[in-house]
C-alpha cells in the first residue's frame, strides 16, 4: 500500500510542477505579457494580450460548452496539452506538431476591426524545451497551407488579437484548395451570421493521418514533426446574441452546424457538400461534445445534421 501512496504522491507533485508552466498574465496599463512562470522548463511565452480578450470563464468564454478531450495543462499529457492564450483555446499534440482542436467564442464585439492581418507566422515559445517548436519554415515547399484554426478575421480587435492567430500552434497543414476555397467560404458565412445578430461558440479540429496538397499525397511533413490531417472538421453553435446561453440552447433555441472535409485540393468549394452531425465527428475523434449541457439534449443536438440555412 505504502508504495501506491508513493507512486500517486509523485504524480502529484509532477502535475503541480508543471502547473506553475501555465501562461502567467503581468499587467501593464494596456496589455498584458504571457510569460514563463519556472525557468527551465519553458521558454518566455511570445503572445501579448490586450484588454480585448473574451472572459476567460463563463458565459462568452472560449471553452463554455465543454473540453471536448479533457485536455490538461500539465506537460504529463504531451498529446492532449490544454492552451489557453486567451483569445482561444485548444488541446495540442506536441507529437503531431498541430492542435486536437481550437475553441473559441465569436460575436459582435470579436468582428470590430481595429487592425489589419499581421501575416507573421511565428513560432509559439512557451512549450515546455523538450517539445519541439513548429517553424514557420516547417511548412515551406510542402505542398500545404498553413492553416488557420482560429481565423485571422474572427480576431481583429487589436494587433495582439490578431497576432495570436498567427502562432504556428494554431495552424495545421491543409491542402491549399480547401483552406481557401471550402474552408474560407464556411469562416465567411459564420461571420455573416454574427453581422445578422447571432453569436457562435465554435470548435474546430482535424483526425487521421494523410492529405493531398500541390505536392501529392503526404504523411507529415518538416522531416516527419508535422503530422498531415486526413480530415478536417468544425462544429457552429449558433445564437441569437444575449444571455443565459446554456439555458436557451437547452430550450432547443440553437442552430447546430458540422462540417467535415477530406484534407484534398479536390474538395467541393460549398461547405454544404460535407454537413455532417456531431455524433459523426465524435465517432471518428473519441471526443465528447456539448459537455456542458445535459445528456438528453446533448443526444439531440448532436444527431441533428440538416439545420444550415
Known amino acids: 500500500m505504502k508504495s501506491y501512496i508513493s507512486y500517486f504522491l509523485f504524480y502529484l507533485f509532477l502535475l503541480a510542477g ?9 499587467d501593464s496599463s494596456d496589455t498584458r505579457t504571457a510569460s514563463s512562470s519556472t525557468a527551465g ?6 503572445v501579448q494580450i490586450a484588454t480585448d480578450v473574451p472572459p476567460s470563464v463563463g458565459e462568452n468564454s472560449n471553452m463554455y460548452l465543454g ?10 499529457f504531451k498529446n492532449n496539452y490544454l492552451i489557453n492564450l486567451e483569445y482561444y483555446i485548444m488541446s495540442y499534440d506536441a ?5 486536437n482542436w481550437v475553441s473559441w467564442h465569436l460575436n459582435s464585439d470579436r468582428l470590430i476591426n481595429n487592425t489589419k492581418r499581421s501575416n507573421k507566422f511565428v513560432e509559439y515559445t512557451g512549450l515546455p524545451e523538450s517539445w519541439y517548436q513548429v517553424q514557420h519554415r516547417s511548412y515551406t515547399a510542402s505542398g500545404f497551407d498553413r492553416g488557420h484554426h482560429c481565423p485571422s478575421a474572427d480576431r ?12 504556428m500552434i494554431n495552424m495545421l497543414p491543409q491542402a491549399p484548395n480547401n483552406n481557401q476555397r471550402v474552408w474560407n467560404n464556411f469562416e465567411m458565412y459564420l461571420r455573416k451570421r454574427v453581422n445578422e445578430g447571432n453569436e457562435i461558440y465554435i ?9 493531398v496538397g500541390n505536392e501529392g499525397y503526404a504523411l507529415s511533413i518538416d522531416d516527419g514533426r508535422v503530422a498531415v490531417p486526413s480530415h478536417i472538421w468544425k462544429i ?6 444575449g444571455t443565459n446561453d446554456l439555458d436557451r440552447i437547452e430550450a432547443g433555441e440553437a442552430e447546430i452546424i458540422a462540417i467535415t472535409t477530406p484534407n484534398e485540393n479536390s474538395v467541393r468549394s460549398s461547405w454544404k457538400n460535407y454537413i455532417v452531425s456531431i455524433r459523426a465527428i465524435e465517432d ?4 465528447n461534445f456539448l459537455s456542458e449541457l445535459s445528456i438528453p439534449m446533448q443526444n439531440e443536438l448532436e444527431l441533428q445534421s440538416d439545420q444550415a440555412a
Do not use: W
Not at 473540453?67 to 490538461?72: D, E, G, I, K, V
Not at 494587433?159 to 502562432?167: K, P
Open 203 to 211: 470548435i474546430m479540429g482535424s483526425y487521421g493521418q494523410g492529405g
Open 95 to 99: 507529437d503531431r506538431g498541430i492542435p
Open 156 to 167: 481583429l480587435t487589436s494587433e495582439q488579437a490578431n497576432a495570436s492567430t498567427f502562432l
Open 67 to 76: 473540453n471536448p478531450s479533457n485536455a490538461q495543462p500539465s506537460f504529463i
Open 41 to 46: 522548463n519553458m521558454g518566455k511565452i511570445n
Open 236 to 241: 457552429a453553435i449558433i445564437l441569437p446574441e
Open 18 to 26: 508543471s502547473c506553475k508552466n501555465l501562461v502567467h498574465i503581468s
Open 284 to 287: 471518428a475523434t473519441g471526443y
